[in-house]
């Protein structure tokens, strides 16, 4: 990767997204971002302030362009004539799957994201919930209209469960593995056809 091709605040994200992915938040250091990103401490400072704040970066960095495309999908599936939930999934769980098949560090901020569930960051929990929340709202509203009789929290607690089961999917770390002549596209939509079937039945659970 050549850094001539990359302003300097995107070699500091690119950086730290490796370094997070690998040692955890805790566990990376300023200096070793610095060394990564070949820069001074002084530019991290000046374009991010705050090592919380890089880490609430690294992560707007990929969301703002995922949820974007999440509710874009979301609008689509409320137009058609399909009114099952179905659509309603395919708009949550596919915009996710294709982000972990991007070439361009997806990988990397997947392992990013499962740290994030692991080291119960509190200033990142409230981060993502004030800068995303509304994107899980409008779900939570969609899927709620097509499932009347089931309550607002069991509903909660079930996407939930969902947007769990969708990081796993995310990490392609489980027992299935990729068959031989089956391409990375392939796989992941396969992943993505028996979630959401999987997803939709525990959904509609009395």
């Known amino acids: ?10 070699r500091i994200l690119g950086a ?30 000046y374009h991010f302030g705050s090592k919380e704040n890089l ?44 982000l972990s098949l991007d070439r361009g560090g997806g990988g990397a901020f997947v392992r990013v994201l499962a740290r994030a569930y692991a080291e119960h960051n509190d200033a990142l929990r409230k981060f993502l919930s004030d800068n995303y929340g509304h994107v899980m709202k409008r779900f939570h509203a969609a899927f709620a209209q097509r499932l009347p009789d089931l309550d607002k929290e069991e509903l909660y607690w079930r996407l939930d469960i969902v947007a769990g089961a969708l990081t796993y999917a995310m990490a392609d770390f489980g027992v299935i593995k990729r068959k031989s002549g089956v391409t990375e596209q392939q796989h992941r939509e396969r992943s993505a056809e028996h979630l959401i079937r999987f997803a939709a039945a525990g959904l509609r659970a009395p």
């Open 16 to 45: 730290a997204e490796q370094l997070f992915a690998r040692l955890g938040f805790a566990g990376a250091s300023l200096r070793q971002v610095t060394a990564a990103a070949n820069v001074n401490l002084a530019a991290v400072n």
């Open 1 to 10: 990767m050549n850094s001539q091709h990359f302003s300097t605040k995107e």
């Open 55 to 98: 880490i609430n970066e690294v992560f707007r960095r990929r969301l703002d362009e995922l949820n974007a495309h999440r509710l874009q999908a979301l609008d689509e599936a409320l137009k058609l004539p399909d009114t099952g939930l179905e659509p309603l999934l395919s708009a949550f769980i596919n915009p996710a799957l294709d």
